[in-house]
C-alpha cells in the first residue's frame, strides 16, 4: 500500500529501509524522500516506521 504518493513510497520500501539500518523520518527522507514534497503522509509514515522499528 502506498504511504507516500508524491514519492510512489510502499510501507513496504519503508520496511527495507528500516531492514537496511533506517531508523528516523530524517533517514527515510534522505533515502526515498518519504514526506518530501507535500507532506500529507509524515504521519502514516511515522507510523510505519514505528511497526517496522518495533519488528525489527
Ligand atoms: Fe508524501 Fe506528498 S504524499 S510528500
Given at each position: 500500500m502506498y504511504v507516500c504518493l508524491?514519492?510512489?513510497?510502499t510501507d513496504k520500501d519503508i520496511h527495507r529501509a528500516v531492514s537496511?539500518?533506517?531508523c528516523s523520518?530524517?533517514?527515510l527522507r534522505q533515502?526515498?524522500?518519504v514526506?518530501?514534497?507535500c507532506?500529507?503522509?509524515v504521519g502514516h509514515?511515522?507510523?510505519v516506521l514505528g511497526e517496522a522499528?518495533?519488528?525489527q
Open positions: 508524491c514519492k510512489a513510497v537496511q539500518g533506517a523520518m530524517r533517514c533515502l526515498n524522500g514526506g518530501s514534497q507532506g500529507r503522509c509514515a511515522k507510523e522499528l518495533s519488528t
